[in-house]
């Protein structure tokens, strides 16, 4: 086998022991996503070497869609790190043989405390599946180690268990976008979804013009606001907006009658508009399904506060 040969099994032995999974799933499982559910505290992951990497992660992961947990290293815990635990808490305990000695010391401290243990290892007859409150197995036929030693296909699959505890934990507490974004502020997402309107809005130096401003003297206005765009006002109030395509569109229809023609023959009388909370998620979606590049901000009273733009939009 070629070195690329030599990859591509190993992507199919732990594709395959991620799929061998679906049938080792039981009601274990939906004990473990009630478990949580019904936990008034937090989840404690806790495991030892790889398995200690792979349970580092799922806690991040559960963190982060809504289930409040954090990983403790079992050696750690008995140098201070016990007083971590309380009895509102579920620990999720990971070892792949079962039978780690690290973790299974540690087990006993959890039963005192009368703390729920979710286990989860390749061996359904071990220490730490006997003493769980339930128990996911993980176990999978073989390593993607041509040696069959190396963690490979199994902290694969415990991975992928992890992923699935904490997608049926969101199913469950219907977690939303909305909802990733406050765990998320500082990613694309969250800025889409908490960055509001008057957080990027344009306030300065806006095109205003007024309906019967002759077309010739709106395309000034509308060049130098370099927006696209003119406002037409009447007092405090919004009147219609132009748009450049609408001036060309107009240039087009009338020609040499263009000049004499005034903002109130092309204006749109209603253009879209936002109020100052609306998040920038929901503008985008407005922008396109309308095909428009800008939207107008408006106080509850019709006023312009100010104009976002869609540039303004790519967080």
Known sequence: MTVREHAIQCIKDEAQAVLDLIPQMDDNFDRAVALIMACSGKVIVTGVGKSGHIGAKIAATLASTG???????????????????????VVLAISNSGQTDELLRFIPVVLHRQIPIIGMSGNPQSLLAKYSTCHLNISVRKEACPLNLAP??????????????????????????????????????????????QDVMLTEHLPILTADMQLGSAIILVSKGKLGLGV????????????????????????????????????????????????????????????????????????????????????
């Not at 490979?152 to 939303?176: I, K, P």
């Not at 907006?241 to 569109?249: A, F, K, S």
């Not at 985008?284 to 428009?292: A, D, L, P, V």
């Open 152 to 197: 490979t296909s199994s902290t694969t699959a415990t991975l992928a268990m992890g992923d699935a505890l904490a997608v049926a934990l969101m199913e469950e507490r219907n977690f939303q976008p909305q909802d990733f974004a406050q765990f998320h502020p500082g990613g694309e997402l969250g800025k889409r979804l908490l960055t509001t309107a």
């Open 232 to 315: 037409a006002m009447k007092g405090d109030q919004i009147e219609g907006l132009i748009t450049d395509g609408d001036i060309r569109r107009a240039m087009e229809k009338w020609q040499a009658e263009f000049f004499s023609r005034t903002v109130a023959d092309i204006m749109t009388r209603t253009p879209k508009t936002v109020g100052p909370q609306a998040k920038i998620s929901d503008i985008q979606e407005i922008m396109n399904r309308y095909k428009i590049h800008n939207i107008l901000v408006t106080d509850s009273a019709n006023h312009l506060l100010g104009i976002v733009d869609r540039y303004a939009c790519v967080l």
């Open 67 to 89: 289930t409040p947990a954090f990983f403790v290293n079992p050696l750690d815990a008995f140098h201070g790190d016990l007083g971590v635990l309380s009895t509102n808490d």
